[in-house]
């Protein structure tokens, strides 16, 4: 038995891309934008704060003071308006490590998370918030280590504005974040395979299906996302062993959500439908954690 500290798990707390559409037809896929904690080797990393955060929070305050490492892929409305909503944040003691790139207009993941909690736009400051946050620049391409054993390899995805994708590394196992980033149409986008290749758990964006993203009145090329059939493809030619269906359309529903899973499994029988109180976990290659602690 090995203590939990040798465990790498990936939870979904918000699976939604653009706007929280919760409501009786998305209950079982849930309605909030982006949040998802891994736990890793017993270091809790949380990517994006979207509606989701917020949920992730309040679970957090019984096991207070705590401590997190938080990653933003960018910082869009839908990945972001959960911080000033994230209650241990407000908490002296607690210890939170934030991460993003810079901003096209030069700005910091700091400056921009500041700016959406001034007024008029929110009631209190930034200042407020009484927990420790420390801020870190990421520069895509750069990997960042944790502990001198988890190691975080980025690179810039293709999305409005800019994006990092981020791929997690701990002990033989990994698992890729990569959202909110769109296909080429002639040819793979290098950095998304990069990131996705061999590994256990790829979290892609597949906010639209190909019928959508091609409508000939309502297209969405050039919006910055991706579709499932793309998904499926990056998947297979990553060797990736379990692939997961994520940044939902506001506008699917759970019938429709559940049509594009029963499609997905045809193509790719390893995937998974990413919904709020998902769990799966990372396996790892056991000679290289250390020898199991005895059962007291």
Not at 78 to 106: E, R, S
Not at 115 to 142: C, R, S, T
Request: aromatic share 12%.
């Amino acid at each position: 038995m090995f203590r939990i500290e040798n465990q790498f798990s990936v939870y979904f707390w918000g699976v939604r891309g653009s706007i929280p559409c919760p409501g009786p037809h998305t209950v079982r896929y849930g309605g909030n934008t982006p949040c998802v904690e891994m736990q890793v080797g017993g270091k809790r990393l949380i990517f994006d704060a979207g509606t989701g955060l917020h949920v992730l929070g309040q679970s957090l305050l019984p096991q207070m003071p705590t401590e997190a490492y938080i990653f933003f892929t960018h910082s869009h409305w839908d990945h972001m308006q959960g911080f000033p909503f994230f209650t241990p944040g407000f908490v002296k003691g607690n210890n939170f490590h934030i991460y993003g790139a810079i901003a096209p207009d030069g700005s910091t993941v700091e400056q921009r998370l500041n700016d959406q909690m001034l007024h008029p736009n929110f009631p209190v400051p930034l200042q407020i918030m009484q927990a420790n946050l420390n801020f870190y620049d990421v520069v895509p391409g750069k990997p960042i280590h944790i502990n001198n054993e988890i190691i975080i390899e980025t690179a810039p995805l293709n999305h409005p504005g800019e994006a990092v994708g981020y791929r997690v590394n701990w002990h033989g196992g990994a698992a890729a974040y990569i959202t909110d980033t769109e296909h080429f149409a002639d040819r793979f986008d290098e950095n998304v395979l990069w990131l996705a290749r061999d590994a256990n758990i790829l979290i892609y964006d597949s906010t639209y299906t190909d019928e959508e993203y091609h409508l000939p009145t309502k297209s969405k090329i050039g919006w910055g996302h991706s579709t499932w059939q793309e998904a499926v493809k990056v998947a297979k030619a990553a060797n990736v062993k379990t692939l997961v269906i994520f940044h939902h359309d506001p506008s699917h529903d759970d019938e429709f959500l559940d049509r594009v899973g029963e499609e997905v499994a045809n193509k790719f029988p390893h995937a998974v439908m990413a919904r709020e109180g998902t769990l799966l976990q990372v396996p790892l290659e056991v000679s290289s954690l250390s020898e199991p602690f005895p059962v007291s």
